[in-house]
């Protein structure tokens, strides 16, 4: 059998039980035709980057599958009936992570602290004389910029 990452994004309207509720049927549909789900992770309701068939907002759901691939074909079938699933997605992968996924991680301080001290930053901030490193540019009038001649 073959391993799947799906992620489904449902409408804001439906409830938290509800979602649940399309991941075990879907959950029913992949055992029926001889596969497993490994691991189901909730994300919660998340804003959407744009517009998705008039909504804002979307619950986010990643189940990882091990599935032959004519279980995988009913279970997007019957998905892309339910009006309450806005879009899906399943990718094949080599391996699936036992570790939760990037969304599910917690963020710490530290990891954004590993950036340490930037020193000193140059010449950058002064920009009132001329650059050594580039050239100089002829003006509209026809004088050239950063000296006198």
Request: hydrophobic letters at 35%; aromatic letters at 6%; glycine letters at 8%.
């Amino acid at each position: 059998m073959a391993l799947y990452e799906h992620i489904y994004l449902a409408r804001q309207d439906v409830t938290a039980q509800q979602v649940e509720a399309m991941t075990e049927q879907m959950k029913t549909v992949i055992e029926a035709n001889g596969g497993k789900f490994n691991k189901v992770e909730y994300w919660g309701v998340k804003s959407l980057a744009f517009r998705i068939k008039k909504n804002r907002k979307a619950h986010f759901t990643l189940i990882n599958i091990d599935a032959p691939p004519a279980a995988i074909t009913e279970m997007e079938r019957l998905m892309g009936i339910n009006e309450d699933v806005l879009r899906l997605l399943t990718l094949r992968v080599e391996a699936h992570e036992e570790v939760p996924s990037a969304m599910m991680r917690k963020r710490e301080d530290s990891d954004r602290d590993d950036r340490g001290d930037r020193g000193d930053r140059g010449d950058r901030g002064d920009r009132r004389g001329p650059r050594p490193d580039r050239p100089r540019r002829p003006r509209e009038d026809g004088a050239v910029e950063g000296g006198s001649f």
